[in-house]
């Protein structure tokens, strides 16, 4: 499955961004795919992840923030991004895996991700 990222860019604090993540295809009926972010010297983080279910997580530092969701007939996975801090500065990877991915808090390091998209860049001012 290919992955490509889009809708990064820079804000103010405060304000809104809407990533979007279109993928090839799904590749089963069964999956789950994920927001990660990764800030220059820091480790990836978990952001956020969907089942196919339709069963979602957050990282508790996006929690009440950020909103992921996903339009099936567009094959699209979406991250709505309200509220953001500087500390929301990272870059910003979707990923999918098998729906087992989702069923354990190991989806915030993103285990059992097998596919990754290139990033998009999001920069918060203050």
Known sequence: MQLVESGGGSVQAGGS???SC???R???SNYCMGWF???PGKE???VAIIASGGGTAYGESVKGRFTISEDNAKNTLYLQ???LK?????MYYCAAGPVEACYSRS???GLRFGDWGQGTQVTVSS
């Open 17 to 19: 961004l809407r990533l």
């Open 22 to 24: 279109a993928a090839s």
């Open 26 to 28: 799904y590749t089963s």
């Open 37 to 39: 972010r990764q800030a």
């Open 44 to 46: 990836r983080e978990g």
């Open 81 to 83: 991004m309200n509220s």
């Open 86 to 90: 500087p500390e929301d500065t990272a």
């Open 107 to 109: 989806w915030l390091y």
